[in-house]
């Protein structure tokens, strides 16, 4: 696998070696150890989650203040725009962000750490993630940022007005929002 930093050096795209024929391909999606040596840590992911959802859809910017959840993140069907917003306050790149694509064709993942909010954009008429946390939910811990909040100013390739949950249509700004010290 290779393994690359976003703007925000901490939030790492992952690309699996992928060998493929006639018939088809292979990829290891996941391997504790190298996983490891790549963020410099071993981890134990606690839970895996899968949403689905249809073009249009955006979901987040969600993080848990307490119960904090690194996340790797992998679209096994469909293309999003991954995005990860740093909300660490004592972080030089406080406020800032990075997006990526991930999409079932180019198979990457991306390593989104405890410290940053995360939300994705579905592209595609339909998407399907996947992704292992290191912490398990946590509902009552739960927090949403405004995917729209100009003081982030996220440049979703949005061709009309998103599709929103009730929690993120209802997600407060940066500046009003529990974060992380």
């Not at 992928?18 to 391909?25: L, M």
């Not at 990457?108 to 592209?123: E, K, N, T, Y």
């Not at 100013?153 to 929103?164: F, N, Q």
């Amino acid at each position: 696998m290779q393994v690359a930093a976003t703007a925000l050096p901490e939030v790492l795209v992952i690309e699996p070696k992928v060998f493929g024929d006639a018939r088809g391909y292979f990829f290891e999606s996941f391997n504790r150890r190298a996983f490891g040596e790549a963020i410099g840590t071993d981890l134990d992911f606690v839970q895996d989650n899968v949403s689905r959802s249809i073009r249009g859809v955006l979901r987040g910017l969600h993080y848990q203040i307490e119960q904090a959840q690194g996340k790797l993140v992998r679209c096994i069907e469909g293309e999003v725009f991954d995005v990860a917003v740093d909300i660490r306050r004592s972080s030089a790149r406080f406020g800032q962000w990075a997006g990526i694509a991930l999409s079932a064709e180019n198979k990457r993942a991306v390593w989104i750490p405890r410290g940053f909010a995360h939300g994705f954009l579905v592209v595609s008429p339909f998407a399907e993630i996947i992704y292992k946390t290191t912490d398990y939910y946590a509902p009552e811990h739960e927090r949403a940022i405004a995917w729209d909040d100009p003081d982030l100013a996220i440049a979703w390739p949005l061709e009309v007005a998103p599709t929103l949950s009730p929690k993120d249509r209802n997600g407060v700004r940066l500046r009003e929002a529990e974060v992380y010290p």
